[in-house]
C-alpha cells in the first residue's frame, strides 16, 4: 500500500504542478497590455538603431574599399607612366646611338671620298 500512495502523492503534485503553470499563464501579460506594446517598441527601436548602425559601418567599409581601389589605379597608373617614360628614355638613347652611329659612317665616308679625289 506504501507504493500506491507514493504513487497517488506524485500524482496530486503533478497536478497542482500543471495548475500552477495554467494559473501563471493565465496571469501573464497579453500582447496588447500596454506595458507589453511599451517593450515591442523599445525592441523594435533598438532593432532599428541596430540596422541603422549597420548599414552605416557598411557604407563605410564600401567607401573605405572605393578609396583603396582609387589608391590602387593611382600607383598602377603612376607605374605606366615610370614606365612608359623609362621605355621613351631608351628609345630616345637608341635613336641617339644610331644617329651618332650614322654621323661618323658619314664623316668616314666622306673622307675617304675625299682622300680617293686627292689620289686621282
Known amino acids: 500500500m506504501k507504493h500506491l500512495n507514493e504513487f497517488a502523492d506524485r500524482r496530486k503534485a ?10 501563471k499563464f493565465e ?3 497579453k500582447p496588447t497590455d500596454p506595458e507589453m506594446q511599451a517593450k515591442r517598441a523599445e525592441r523594435e527601436a ?8 549597420n548599414a552605416e ?3 563605410l567599409k564600401q567607401e573605405e574599399q572605393d578609396r583603396k581601389l582609387a589608391e590602387a589605379a593611382a600607383i598602377a597608373e603612376a607605374a605606366a607612366a615610370e614606365a612608359n617614360a623609362q621605355k ?3 628609345s630616345n638613347r637608341i635613336a641617339r646611338v644610331v ?4 654621323e661618323r659612317k658619314a664623316e668616314r665616308d666622306r673622307r675617304y671620298a675625299a682622300r680617293k679625289a686627292r689620289q686621282r
Open 88 to 90: 621613351a628614355e631608351a
Open 46 to 53: 533598438i532593432a532599428a538603431a541596430r540596422e541603422a548602425r
Open 99 to 102: 644617329a651618332d652611329e650614322a
Open 57 to 59: 559601418r557598411a557604407r
Open 27 to 29: 496571469t501573464a501579460p
Open 14 to 23: 503533478a497536478a497542482e504542478a500543471k495548475q500552477l503553470l495554467l494559473k
